[in-house]
C-alpha cells in the first residue's frame, strides 16, 4: 500500500507529496533544510523487489518531459542494505510501472525497473564503486539515466522499457536506512519549439561552493536573468534581464535596477571595474560597449563600430577587452582592447577562419584567457596582454567557453557544452557542465552539473574571497 508522510506541503520544495510504498514497519521521513536546501529521507522498507516496493519516496507527478537531478549521500552509520536514489513512477499503486537509478551502501549502481505494473522488476548494473551523482531525464517515450562520481562526466544509458503515458511521477526515493540528497533540481525544460532569443523559460540565480560542490538558489524570476558579476565589496550581484541591468542585493535579496541612461537593451556582456567604481556594458540591437558609473548614470560610448561584446576590465581599470566582429566577418571575431579614457581599438588576436571570445584578463595582469575555435572545437587558450605567446589549455573533444579566474589567481572556471553543439555556438537551454581547472591548465573537474547555457555564466562571477561562483540555471513552469 501507499501511505503518505506527515510534512506538510511546505516541507517538500519542489516536490508535492512524500509516500511510504508497500510495507515498512516505521512511517518513513521527509525532513528539508532550508537554508541548504537539503533534504533527508529515511525508511525502513526493504527496497524495490518483484513483490513488493517497500520504501521512503518524496516525488511531484508532471505532464511531459521533466529532468531529475541529485548529489546523493549515504551516512558512514546507514546499514549495508540501504539504497538510494531517484525514480520514475506511473502512479502510487504498490507494484507500479517504474524506473529506478540506485546506488547502494556497498557502492555499486544500477538501474532497477519494472515494464509493466505487477510485473518482475529487472537491474541493469551500471557501475560498481563511487556513484553519487544522479540524473533521469523523461524525453517523450524514452528515459535517459546518467551517473557519475562528484566532478566526474555523466556516463548514460538511454531506456525504452516502460512506457509512463502522458503523467508520471518523479522523485526521490530511499529504503533501508537514511540518505541525504542535496543540489536537488527539478526542472522542466523548454519546449522542443522554443525561438532562441524570442522565448524564454525561467531562471534561477544559484550560488556555488567550489570546495564543496553545494549550490544555493536565491533568486527566481519567471523569465530570462543572465550572468552574474559579483561585486568586490562581496554584497550584490549585477545581472542583465530584459535589456536592464539588475543589482542583486546578498543580505536582503533585492533586485534593484541600475540606471543606463539611453542605453536599455543591454546584453549578458558586462563586467564591474577592479576598483569597483564602474560597470562596463555591451548594449544595443548592433552591440557596442560603454561604461557607466557602478551606481547608474550616464554611458560613455567606447567602441562606435559594433558587433563589440565586452568581457573584462584589466587589473589597472586602464583598458576593457572584448569580441569584435570588424569588416563583414559575420560570426568569425576576434579579440580588441580600447582605453577605459577613451581612444583607439586594438586588435590582439587575427585568427582567419574562427571566433576567438571570451577573453579576461587574469587578477596579476600577466595573461589574457580566453576560448576560440581555430582547432575545430571551441578551446580554452592564453595569451600574453599584447597578443603574443598564444598557447591552448584544454584539449577535449567537447566545447568549453569563458574561462573566469578566481581572484587568487589560482584556478579558473568555464561552462562546457557536449560535441553536439557548433563549436561557435553557445545555445540557451542545454546539459551543460561547469568546470574547473588550475590556472596554467590540467585535468578538468565538474563542479556543477547544468541545465542553462547561455546566460549561465557569460562573464566572471566569482566571489571575492575565492570561495564561491554565480551562475543561472533554467527551468520552465513546473
Not at 97 to 111: D, F, K, M, Q, W
Not at 300 to 314: A, N, R
Request: proline share 6%; hydrophobic share 35%; aromatic share 10%.
Amino acid at each position: 500500500m501507499a501511505s503518505p508522510s506527515s510534512p506538510s506541503l511546505a516541507a517538500f520544495g519542489p516536490f508535492s507529496q512524500a509516500t511510504d510504498l508497500g510495507l515498512v514497519d516505521a512511517p518513513g521521513r521527509t525532513v528539508l533544510d532550508p537554508e541548504a536546501q537539503e533534504f533527508l529521507l529515511a525508511s525502513t522498507g526493504a527496497g524495490l523487489a518483484t513483490e513488493s516496493d517497500a520504501c521512503h519516496y518524496l516525488s511531484r507527478q508532471l505532464e511531459g518531459d521533466c529532468i531529475l537531478q541529485a548529489l546523493t549521500e549515504l551516512p558512514a552509520t546507514t546499514e549495508a542494505a540501504a539504497s538510494v536514489g531517484l525514480m520514475l513512477r506511473a502512479s502510487l499503486a504498490p507494484l507500479a510501472a517504474s524506473l529506478s537509478v540506485l546506488r547502494l551502501r556497498n557502492g555499486t549502481t544500477s538501474i532497477l525497473l519494472r515494464r509493466q505494473e505487477g510485473g518482475p522488476v529487472e537491474e541493469i548494473r551500471l557501475a560498481d564503486r563511487g556513484t553519487d551523482m544522479l540524473q533521469l531525464v523523461r524525453r517523450g517515450a524514452e528515459t535517459l539515466v546518467s551517473v557519475a562520481r562528484f566532478g566526474d562526466l555523466f556516463t548514460s544509458r538511454t531506456c525504452h522499457e516502460v512506457d509512463f503515458g502522458p503523467a508520471a511521477y518523479f522523485g526521490l526515493i530511499v529504503a533501508g536506512g537514511s540518505a541525504r540528497f542535496r543540489n536537488v533540481r527539478l526542472v522542466r525544460p523548454a519546449p522542443a519549439d522554443f525561438q532562441p532569443y524570442h522565448d524564454y523559460i525561467g531562471s534561477e540565480l544559484e550560488l556555488l561552493e567550489i570546495a564543496t560542490g553545494r549550490r544555493r538558489i536565491v533568486h527566481h524570476e519567471d523569465d530570462s536573468l543572465q550572468a552574474p558579476n559579483w561585486t568586490a565589496d562581496n554584497r550584490a550581484l549585477f545581472c542583465n534581464r530584459n535589456g536592464r541591468i539588475y543589482r542583486f542585493d546578498l543580505a536582503t535579496r533585492a533586485m534593484t535596477l541600475i540606471d543606463t541612461g539611453d542605453q536599455v537593451k543591454n546584453n549578458n556582456d558586462h563586467a564591474i571595474s577592479f576598483d569597483g567604481t564602474m560597470l562596463g556594458i555591451s548594449s544595443g540591437d548592433v552591440s557596442r560597449i560603454y561604461t557607466v558609473p557602478v551606481g547608474g548614470g550616464a554611458p560613455k560610448l567606447l567602441t562606435p563600430e559594433g558587433p563589440s561584446y565586452f568581457h573584462s576590465w584589466s587589473p589597472d581599470d586602464k583598458y576593457l577587452i572584448f569580441t569584435g566582429g570588424r569588416g563583414g566577418c559575420g560570426p568569425l571575431m576576434n579579440l580588441y582592447r580600447v582605453p577605459a579614457a577613451g581612444g583607439p581599438e586594438e586588435r590582439l588576436t587575427n585568427t582567419p577562419g574562427a571566433l576567438d571570445d571570451g577573453s579576461e584578463y587574469s587578477p596579476d595582469g600577466q595573461f589574457i584567457y580566453f576560448n576560440s575555435t581555430r582547432t575545430g572545437r571551441m578551446q580554452l587558450w592564453r595569451m600574453r596582454p599584447d597578443g603574443s605567446a598564444q598557447e591552448q589549455l584544454t584539449f577535449d573533444s567537447f566545447n568549453n567557453w569563458f574561462p573566469h579566474l578566481s581572484p587568487d589567481g589560482k584556478s579558473l572556471v568555464f561552462i562546457t557544452y557536449g560535441p553536439e553543439i557548433r563549436a561557435e555556438d553557445h545555445p540557451f537551454y542545454k546539459h551543460v557542465y561547469l568546470r574547473q581547472i588550475p590556472v596554467g591548465g590540467g585535468p578538468a573537474t565538474v563542479v556543477a552539473y547544468v541545465y542553462g547555457g547561455q546566460g549561465s555564466m557569460n562573464v566572471n562571477s566569482w566571489s571575492p574571497d575565492s570561495r564561491y561562483i554565480s551562475f543561472v540555471s533554467n527551468s520552465d513552469v513546473l
